[in-house]
């Protein structure tokens, strides 16, 4: 029987380096080869003998006399995640409002970067009899592992159907814990694979949704932000911000007190004995004695005159009595064994390490195999974890771990580590995973690293620091005065810790002073102090907030510092402290003052809460998405009801659009006429900075419209050859005036030459109730009902069903929406224009108006649980429709008969539009050079002959005929041109339309576009 043909993958290439090496040393193993095909190495092992596949999956470890068999073992990696997840194209930015992304389809693809490493895992499963997958055991790494399960059944479906794809549990890559995993192979868990698929929806919908709104509208109202990218949001990079906020707004809106305190010292002999020193502190016996200085019970008080009084009645009592002395043991408690949180804290404390870097480097120590894996939650060890064999290998190290391992070892100092709260189930706490000198290790900050993991491992295995406390009490008038010392008896896991542990003794040991005895104070004073302001928040403290308010996971805490710093949010200085800048201020007070507090952890601390349910297996992904999103929704339209109090909060950081004028240059004065004053505007545009992405005349930066007297600015949109001020067609000193708030709009003319109209305020301010959104705003988008430049229609934006063209192409992102244009309405596809989709039926013009509102349902004949389809709402024109409909009617335009038959709504078939093709080459009849389309509708008609290098289409209806057959047959009409397009059809009649040369002909009325879009054939 030929060997089990294993594919093994890896999350980096250095596991899988690691692998290759312990399977090649299993005995009777040979390497047959090892080579780099495109994106990663592949090495290959056969005779790796290891108990049979067949006899996994329970994750459990497999008895020791169930018999090896051989397996030859591919052994891969990948670089992370392999697919990415973002919205299609008709949800870009400028396409629909940000709304919208809390309810879009998501569509996963592979990243040009990743599509080499898609495709060689689809070729080395093809030869796989099985799948073992050796990526990091967290949630991350099991959702990892579900994107190379998926791409591996793609290239062999045996795998899922045979139930033959395994996941090693595994910690460190030493031989020892691989081969354990060999023996205890599991399955994914598909509970965290969901978990992280909720998290991962969620934070990209809002944070997308977010990030939009706040970037389109800061840009349009405050300088600085047109060419700085985007202003980013993110639910746990958002709270993180707020601790870095709160702490500065704490120390900014600190108002010092004055308080005063009384101090008093008093000196004993080494005895207890009292020492009767004069006025000078000369002593007047010969024993040694010693200064105590001892703390006002009370500690302060803000009243000057009360501690004055006080203070007085102490000096007028002259001594003071010794009224307790007590004595404790007291044990410095080891610490609990290392997470990645305590790691981090540790790390920024002593090293001063940021934990972005130390995640970094640590991951490298566990890569190379020095450390054992650095991102666990576990704060405990198994029952089973060999502490001693461990601790020996320390003891043939040089120096200082090799003297305390010997240590360790002897006189009975070993003591089990104590148990942590918290155990992820999936790996040990953080330990070395070999003994090696620190010195050896080139990389400094590796080595600083290494050597805290080793003394915190060490540290945990020692006995606790043993002391003796000592507290001493005086009473002098009404008031108490305290000391405290303290001796340390047994340092114990302080020897290894140092220098970064250390114990505060205080004043030592006090002397035993008797019960009783009398005491004239060396000195007594009172002392005036002020209360300081906290200090700006440290990484450790950053770090200890996000992890009690569940704000990002162990793995990801240091990826979300990192974040607000390079969103420039924030700052940290080189004592490791955070200082907000003026942006991050900006944006936590803006949000906090509509009453959302975002930056806040409760919202986030939910959904990790729901997140940890679902790794659980209490809830299920869809069960917590739709309330966590609803949620977020509703938050958001708070935000976009309330953006004024964002543009009061950012103003008071920056400066509005267009106040600095050295950065702007006069274009032209006396530009436009102002809706406000009714001044003109001056048309200024920003120097530098800019790129003109299509040409033209943008490439100096953006355009904007000021208007002095009322101190506004209104950006223009960019990337246009010219703006100019828009007139009435028919009187060129006549202005175009918006009707919403009478600014004179402007034409904007685009590098093709065509041209649009906005209107400054209303592009600056799109106002709600004319479909006005966060996203740009053209009068195209306007749905105003009697201005003749607002082509806009009220849910416009919502999707009505999905392309059935862009669905027949294989491409799922086509959304068919309601568009209103000088011909009326239709229904055309998101991904609609002259060489995209050409889906488009055309509604009756007898509808005065054609919406989408709350009355508006769903089709339930037509929709299902995996598709809606949405019904419109018809406003007739008065006297326009037969008696029987009403002036309203709400129906589909798929499935309703009746009004398609009555309004002649004709939805074109998948074959009856395509993308526009031209033919470029010669050919004959039915050369591959000519491409036809042939349609027909109970018709018998015979279609044309197609010309040399064109592209013809037919269509018939009601006619006696039959379809056009084979490639080059066009319909019954004109002949294109050599290299022209031409599209011939039967009308009613049998009468062929006219070809045209390098253009496209409706055959209905022979106008330059597709007879399905053809606005004539709703007036026949």
């Not at 010292?265 to 207890?272: A, K, P, T, V, Y």
């Not at 002098?476 to 114990?492: D, P, Q, T, W, Y």
């Not at 045209?996 to 209905?1004: A, D, L, P, T, V």
């Amino acid at each position: 029987m030929a060997p089990i043909v294993v594919l093994n993958v890896a999350e980096k290439p250095s596991v899988a380096r690691a692998l290759a090496q312990v399977f090649g040393n299993t005995p009777g193993s040979r390497q047959s080869q090892s080579h780099r095909s495109g994106p990663a190495q592949i090495f290959e092992i056969e005779n790796v003998n290891f108990p049979s596949l067949y006899q996994q999956g329970s994750g459990q470890i497999v008895p020791n006399n169930v018999r090896n068999e051989p397996h030859t073992m591919i052994i891969s990696s990948v670089r992370g995640h392999l697919a990415s997840q973002d919205f299609g194209p008709a949800y870009g930015w400028s396409r629909c409002p940000p709304q919208a992304l809390f309810d879009a389809p998501i569509n996963t693809e592979y990243s040009q970067e990743m599509q080499p490493l898609e495709r060689m895992l689809r070729d080395l499963s093809r030869r796989a009899s099985a799948l073992i997958l050796w990526l990091d055991c967290d949630r991350e790494g099991e959702a990892i592992s579900d994107e190379v399960r998926t791409v591996c059944i793609k290239g062999n479906p045996r795998l899922q159907s045979q139930n033959r794809i395994y996941r090693a549990k595994f910690s460190t890559v030493l031989p020892g814990e691989i081969q354990r995993a060999l023996r205890s192979l599991g399955r994914i868990n598909e509970h965290f694979v969901q978990a992280v698929k909720a998290r991962s929806e969620h934070d990209l919908r809002v944070g997308a949704a977010f990030t939009r709104f706040q970037t389109l509208r800061l840009q349009k109202k405050f300088d600085g932000f047109q060419d700085s990218g985007v202003i980013s949001y993110g639910p746990c990079q958002f709270p993180t911000l707020g601790f870095v906020v709160e702490r500065w707004a704490r120390i900014e809106t600190f108002v010092p007190e004055d308080f005063w305190t009384i101090e008093m010292s008093i000196r004993l002999n080494g005895d207890g004995s009292v020492n009767n020193s004069d006025q000078n502190g000369n002593s007047n016996n010969n024993q040694q004695s010693r200064p105590i200085k001892l703390t006002w019970k009370r500690g302060r008080l803000y009243d000057r005159a009360m501690t004055m009084a006080l203070c007085d009645a102490c000096q007028e009592a002259g001594e003071a009595v010794v009224t307790s002395l007590t004595g404790r043991p007291k044990n410095k408690w080891r610490p609990v064994p290392l997470a990645t949180v305590e790691l981090q804290k540790r790390a920024s404390k002593y090293l001063r390490i940021g934990s972005e870097e130390l995640m970094q480097k640590a991951e490298e120590l566990y890569h190379q195999g020095f450390i054992s894996y650095p991102r666990t939650e576990t704060e405990k060890f198994r029952p089973e974890f060999n502490h001693h064999t461990l601790i020996q290998s320390f003891q043939a190290v040089a120096g200082e771990f090799g003297d305390y391992a010997n240590r360790l070892l002897s006189d009975n100092n070993f003591q089990n580590p104590r148990a942590g709260q918290n155990d992820d189930n999936a790996h040990p706490p953080i330990t070395p995973a070999k003994a090696v000198d620190p010195q050896t290790i080139a990389d400094p900050t590796q080595r600083k690293i290494y050597t805290l993991v080793v003394k915190h491992y060490l540290a945990c295995c020692s006995r606790d620091a043993v002391g003796r406390e000592t507290e001493l009490t005086l009473r002098i008038a009404s008031e108490e005065f305290v000391a405290k010392g303290l001796m340390i008896l047994e340092r114990n896991w302080l020897d290894i810790y140092q220098p970064w542990e250390k114990w505060y003794t205080g004043q030592g040991e006090l002397p035993r002073a008797r019960i009783g005895s009398r005491i004239v104070p060396t000195s007594l004073s009172m002392n005036a102090g002020q209360t300081s302001p906290p200090q700006l928040i440290s990484e450790v403290e950053l770090i200890a907030l996000m992890d009690r308010n569940g704000i990002g996971t162990d793995a990801t805490i240091a990826q979300h510092i990192t974040t607000i710093m390079d969103r420039k949010y924030a700052e940290k200085d080189g004592n490791q402290r955070f200082h907000p800048t003026k942006l991050g201020i900006a944006l936590v007070e803006g949000y906090n003052s509509m009453g959302y507090q975002l930056n806040k952890p409760d919202l986030r601390r939910e959904m990790e809460s729901e997140c940890n349910a679902v790794a659980a297996g209490r809830k299920t992904r869809d069960q917590i998405l739709g309330p966590v999103l609803s949620k977020m929704l509703e938050c958001f339209k708070i935000v976009n009801a309330e953006v004024h109090k964002l543009d009061e909060a950012v103003a008071r950081h920056f400066n509005h659009l267009g106040s600095d004028s050295s950065q702007y240059r006069v274009l032209q004065a006396n530009f436009t006429r102002c809706g406000s004053c009714n001044g003109m505007t001056v048309l200024k545009q920003r120097t530098g900075g800019g790129s003109n992405r299509g040409g033209g005349g943008d490439s100096g930066g953006s355009k904007l419209l000021q208007c002095a007297p009322c101190s506004k600015s209104f950006l223009m949109p960019r990337y246009n050859r010219e703006v100019r001020p828009g007139v009435n067609p028919n009187n060129q000193q006549e202005p175009l005036i918006c009707p919403i708030c009478q600014f004179q709009v402007v034409e904007c003319v685009k590098d093709d030459g065509g041209t649009y109209f906005v209107c400054p305020q209303c592009f600056s301010d799109p106002p709600e109730e004319h479909g006005g959104d966060s996203t740009d705003f053209p009068c195209t988008k306007c749905t105003h009902p009697t201005c003749s430049l607002a082509k806009g229609t009220r849910g416009g934006d919502v999707e009505i069903f999905s392309c059935p063209f862009c669905a027949s192409s294989g491409n799922s992102a086509g959304k068919v929406c309601l568009k209103r244009g000088q011909h009326g309405y239709r229904l055309s596809c998101s991904n609609g224009g002259p060489n995209n989709c050409q889906f488009t039926v055309w509604l009756p013009k007898e509808a005065r108006e054609i919406v989408i509102d709350d009355s508006t349902g769903s089709c339930n004949r037509c929709s299902n649980p995996n598709r809606v389809v949405r019904q419109l709402k018809f406003i007739w024109k008065p006297g326009s429709v037969p008696p029987h409909y009403d002036r309203e009617l709400c129906a589909c335009v798929l499935c309703d008969e009746q009004l398609k038959n009555d309004m002649n709504i004709r939805i074109p078939a998948v074959n009856e539009v395509n993308y526009r093709r031209t033919g470029n080459s010669a050919g004959g009849r039915g050369s591959q050079s000519s491409n036809s389309w042939g349609s027909s509708s109970n018709n018998n008609s015979r279609g044309g002959r197609g010309n040399q290098g064109s592209t013809s289409w037919s269509s018939s209806n009601n006619s006696a005929g039959r379809p056009g057959r084979g490639i080059g047959r066009g319909g019954r009409g004109g002949r294109g041109g050599r290299g022209s397009t031409s599209w011939g059809g039967s009308s009613a009649n049998g009468r062929g339309g006219g070809g045209s040369g390098g253009s496209i002909q409706c055959f209905s009325c022979g106008g330059p576009h597709y007879a399905n879009a053809c606005p004539n054939r709703q007036q026949q």
